[in-house]
């Protein structure tokens, strides 16, 4: 078969795509939504409010019943809204982190979605690329590719050129696993290659397994698992109050007949239940969670996991590799030591034939790029048959080419110092004046690398592993890569917020340490190298990572068990990585962050944020967002747990002071009613709240801690106490004064709570502002302006309106109205004044 190097055509992708589909594997049927309704009516809260719409027919009210169930549609419309918003934006979110593939089409290498891959494209991969297609290999790098997730087998394959493609891409093959060929799922783990489609989504070989395979369910979150354990907890809680309120009712109506005592007692028993279900704590988490997401995204932060939003705020310990993290990986030769001066054309000369004839790593670039300035342009040098390649592995660290050109065979190495020295033929005095110069280089914060040759006659004499050469050593080259403008200030900003920040990286100590001093990480005098991990035991490791924060010469197994020490230490840890080496500690790490620009497909898929502009200040903004979610979360429970207490205490006190049921301060319509206020207020003018000026100035929280905290839930406490305490006297002196009036002390009541829960949200959004100061930073918000002005609104029109008297209440005097108001503020605005004696002590 032709091969049509140019690609396809726009027409020719569009015939194939007509022909197979998108590249895609058979998709989860999703829930239909009626099943998403039917589980929202399931729900407690909407199973009482049901109950209660039903008991309200039954009694002869269907005005009172029609009512209730209008809330309950409108609830329920509100839960259903709020999770289709949350799966939209789940769904934008799932767009964004669709893996990429570079292919030719039309002569030109372009970038698109691995889903819009048709046979016949011409597929570019590299290292850390995970195979989006079936293929043929038409042309290979170095390319090496770990087919476990078919095979089984750990050991990467080798992968060869496609000699026959059987005249048609789309036969059938008879041979499985064949080293001509590349299939879906599998790992580049060296190298690049062109790769010819064959197949693409679920007739590939791993689209063939995932029709048998289920998918995993998503395990909750220990956030998730706090939130269900107090949703629980409060359950228990309202059924024992559900059951004291009913009986007591019972008890009271002595007076009326059987039937009527057992319906009054069960509605008075629901009213309860329904004050005091907190249904609210899952909306809030989603909300939250997702919203967040979508806000670290527009900031080039993407979210892969949801529970990551606020773990990011819990990180107390940050691992970086050094390269393209803390540097901006833009490396330039910046010195060049031959081992004798004769020496450095020769040099230049073995050190651009030992790197790839098509580099993708910034090192080689910067190698070739010099070549070029020297008069050693790509023809000049490759112009000789490539005999043998010996390939770059993290165990030996250096890596060669074997040339037969000039009329003889040149062996090529190039690699870090130290490995490539233990195979060279140096003098001891050689090897003095060689480490001497590989510590100054490393000294100033160059990466080093060292560059040796073995000429033989024929290639028989070649040695089979790069380990039995013996090079003639010919000298050092340093390369530079400058560290990023901002990532001084970065990492000063995490010491202020007391996260640990630790380097890891394949570089040499010396010049690890070197760059540490520049950026100003800590205990950067000294660094623990992979051969040094490699002699500790677990327990002697996490000793020593208490006071070292510079690793070097790792290897993927050693950054695993670094992070996994700083784990058992009780820490937080998020680490860094772009390549298929740092996969596995990314896995492992609480939070793994991968390079959206330059990182390799697995370590994106490994890691639970992706950095869409590989910036470190993206990281140090991420964690602030990530501390400002988990703040306002904690406020929103806060908040809940606030404005439950005095609507359970309401519906609790009552019956006890013998209140007859249809004079009770709140009857189910209401509690449905502050349901409607709540719900919006805490999950939107919460969840916007900017972050607290201490914020990356407080040390990391404590994983253990609960999200309702001691302190925030006797600071509730007493906020609700004294809320209720105003509304209840109120509505219950204007009771006793007039007791055929209860509308009017229900309407004032109502009013102070509703007015109380406006000005609650604003004294709750900051732990040290002022409600005023919180208010202004977001007075142009105008979806803030949007909840609390048609929150007053709704109040205004529920007093003034004809539906007064459908829901029992009362218009109010322009004298009651204000009083309502006053008390509503006084009730909450008290709590400002311990904000500034907490202040003022403070400083």
Same mark, same amino acid.
Request: hydrophobic share 45%; proline share 4%.
């Given at each position: ?36 309704? *039917? ?31 209008? @809330? *309950? ?136 397994? &995932? ?19 107090? *949703? ?359 939070? &793994? ?165 406006? @000005? ?84």
């Amino acid at each position: 078969m032709k091969l049509h190097w140019d690609g396809l055509t726009s027409e020719q992708v569009k015939e194939q795509r007509d022909k197979y589909g998108i590249n895609e594997l058979d998709k989860q049927k999703k829930e239909p939504f009626y099943l998403k309704v *039917v589980h929202t009516i399931l729900e407690p809260m909407f199973l009482l409010l049901i109950v209660a719409s039903l008991i309200y027919f039954f009694l002869g009210e269907p005005k009172d019943g029609l009512i209730m169930l209008i @809330f *309950v549609v409108v609830i329920i419309a509100i839960e259903i809204i709020q999770e289709w918003k949350t799966d939209q934006t789940l769904n934008a979110l799932k767009d964004l982190s669709a893996p990429k593939v570079k292919v030719v089409r039309e002569g030109k290498t372009i970038e698109i979605h691995s889903e819009e891959l048709v046979p016949k494209d011409l597929m570019l991969i590299e290292e850390g690329v995970k195979v989006p297609a079936d293929g043929f290999v038409i042309k290979a790098n170095d390319l090496r590719i770990n087919e476990s997730s078919l095979t089984g087998e750990t050991e990467a394959v080798w992968k060869i050129i496609c000699e026959d493609f059987k005249g048609n891409v789309n036969d059938e093959l008879d041979n499985y696993w064949r080293e001509d060929y590349v299939y879906t799922g599998t790992l580049v783990t060296t190298g690049s290659g062109t790769i010819l489609v064959d197949k693409i989504g679920s007739q590939t070989e791993y689209g063939k397994i &995932g029709k048998h395979l289920a998918h995993a369910e998503n395990t909750p979150s220990p956030l998730d698992l706090q939130i269900g354990k107090l *949703v629980k907890i409060c359950a228990l809680v309202t059924l024992a109050f559900l059951l004291l309120v009913a009986g007591v009712t019972f008890i009271n109506d002595a007076s009326l007949d059987l039937k009527s005592r057992i319906v009054q007692s069960i509605l008075s028993g629901i009213t309860i239940a329904m004050a005091m279900i907190p249904e609210e704590f899952p909306v809030v988490l989603m909300v939250f969670l997702s919203m967040g997401a979508w806000r670290l995204a527009k900031k080039d932060s993407l979210i892969r996991k949801l529970p990551a939003v606020e773990t990011m705020g819990a990180i107390s310990v940050l691992a970086v590799d050094k390269t393209g993290t803390i540097t901006e990986n833009r490396m330039t030769v910046t010195e060049l030591w031959p081992l004798y001066s004769e020496n450095q054309t020769r040099l230049t000369e073995v050190m651009g034939l030992a790197s790839e004839t098509d580099p993708y790593d910034p090192m080689e670039i910067a190698i070739l790029a010099y070549d070029e300035s020297e008069g050693w342009s790509k023809e000049k040098l490759f112009n000789g048959e490539l005999v043998k390649e010996y390939p770059f592995t993290d165990e030996l660290k250096m890596m060669g080419h074997v040339w037969n050109r000039n009329n003889q065979i040149e062996i090529t190495v190039k690699g870090s110092p130290e490995s490539l020295i233990n195979i060279s033929t140096l003098t001891d005095a050689e090897k003095r004046s060689t480490l001497e110069k590989i510590t100054a280089f490393s000294n100033q914060g160059l990466r080093v690398i060292a560059v040796g040759e073995q000429l033989v006659q024929t290639i028989a004499e070649v040695p089979e592993t790069i380990q039995k050469c013996q090079l003639t050593f010919l000298g050092l080259i340093g390369l530079s890569d400058p560290p990023r403008a901002t990532i001084k200030n970065d990492i000063m900003q995490c010491k202020k917020a007391g996260i640990n920040v630790v380097m890891i990286t394949g570089d040499n100590g010396i010049t690890a340490s070197a760059i540490a001093k520049q950026v100003g990480i800590p205990n950067a005098d000294h660094s623990l190298t992979g051969i040094e991990i490699d002699r500790l035991s677990d327990d002697d490791l996490g000793e020593h990572i208490k006071t070292t924060n510079i690793f070097s010469r790792v290897t993927p197994e050693h950054k695993m068990r670094i992070v996994k020490a700083y784990k058992q230490n009780g820490e937080i840890v998020a680490m860094t990585g772009d390549g298929v080496n740092d996969a596995p500690a990314l896995k492992y790490a609480d939070i &793994g962050i991968a390079m959206g620009k330059r990182g390799a497909e697995v370590s994106r898929e490994a890691a639970d944020l992706i950095l869409m502009d590989d910036n470190f200040s993206t990281i140090v903004n991420t964690i602030e967002d990530g501390r400002r979610i988990y703040d306002n979360i904690k406020k929103a429970i806060g908040y809940i747990f606030v404005i439950h207490i005095p609507i359970a205490l309401i519906a609790f006190v009552g019956p006890l002071l013998g209140i007859p049921q249809m004079s009770l301060f709140l009857l189910p319509v209401h509690v449905v009613l502050l349901e409607l206020v709540i719900d919006p207020t805490c999950s939107v003018v919460l969840e916007r709240q900017p972050s607290e000026p201490d914020i990356m100035e407080r040390e990391p929280r404590n994983p253990k801690e609960t999200i309702l905290t001691k302190s925030l839930l006797v600071k509730s406490i007493i906020q609700g106490l004294v809320i209720f305490l105003i509304s209840f006297f109120t509505y219950y002196l204007m009771l006793q004064q007039n007791p055929n009036n209860d509308s009017l002390a229900r309407t004032m009541g109502l009013t102070i709570l509703v007015v109380a829960n406006l @000005f609650l949200v604003q004294v709750n959004s900051s732990n040290r502002l002022l409600a005023i100061q919180t208010f202004k930073t977001l007075i142009y918000d105008k979806v803030i302006w949007l909840v609390l002005g048609g929150t007053s609104i709704g109040l205004l029109a529920l007093i003034y309106s004809p539906m007064n008297d459908v829901l029992g209440l009362s218009a109010l005097s322009l004298t009651q109205l204000l009083v309502c108001i006053v008390l509503g503020m006084v009730s909450v605005l008290w709590y400002d004044l311990v904000k500034m004696v907490k202040n003022k002590t403070s400083i």
